[in-house]
């Protein structure tokens, strides 16, 4: 599969939109965030349409394109201290405080979150995507947080090392694992 990784356009912002939608409303910090799947693309489409507009805005959203359709999506975010915890105690709110407590606060790029739709799943997206993210950084560091055993062998084999001890959900929701990509 040839893949085409760059930021969206803001004319792509439908699509886009609905290629995330897609590749996130199963991923595992989604599902727990929007236990019921009878609500859960309608919910995950909610929540991420401001932000994802944001992020194209400041082109952050990077997409992997296969023959001009997305693929697959990751947002980077470059981050100069600490992160604010939100306020709210719903299933997204406690989500953001936990992850905003663990966050490094020497500048760096925040690797927030990354999918691909489920019939590209394996197929390199992710690979080039992180590629990708990691020749933008330009030597700066990266953080993020893996949400199951498979993205963290991923980003391991990008250079990626466990950052802390993991950060378990509540309510038997998926436990992330802080991990840092130095700078260099």
Not at 44 to 60: K, M, N, P
Not at 112 to 117: D, E, F, N, V
């Amino acid at each position: 599969m040839t893949l085409m990784v760059r930021p969206a356009t803001a004319a792509e912002f439908d699509s886009v939109l609905a290629a995330c939608v897609d590749a996130f409303s199963d991923e595992a910090v989604s599902a727990w965030v929007v236990p019921d799947p009878s609500v859960r693309r309608a919910r995950t489409r909610e929540l991420f349409e401001t932000s994802l507009r944001a992020a194209v805005d400041a082109g952050q959203l990077v997409v992997a394109f296969s023959r001009g359709e997305p693929v697959a999506a990751s947002i980077w975010l470059s981050v100069s201290g600490p992160i604010a915890a939100p306020e709210g105690e719903d299933r997204l709110a406690v989500v953001m405080a936990a992850t905003a407590a663990r966050h490094p606060v020497e500048p760096h790029l925040y690797l927030s979150s990354m999918a691909a739709l489920p019939r590209y799943r394996g197929l390199g997206a992710g690979t080039a995507m992180l590629r990708y993210g990691i020749a933008q950084a330009g030597g700066q560091p990266i953080y993020l947080e893996a949400s199951t055993p498979r993205n963290r062998s991923l980003y391991a084999r990008h250079g990626f090392e466990d950052h802390g001890e993991p950060i378990p959900l509540p309510d038997g929701g998926p436990v992330l694992q802080p991990m840092w990509r130095p700078a260099g």
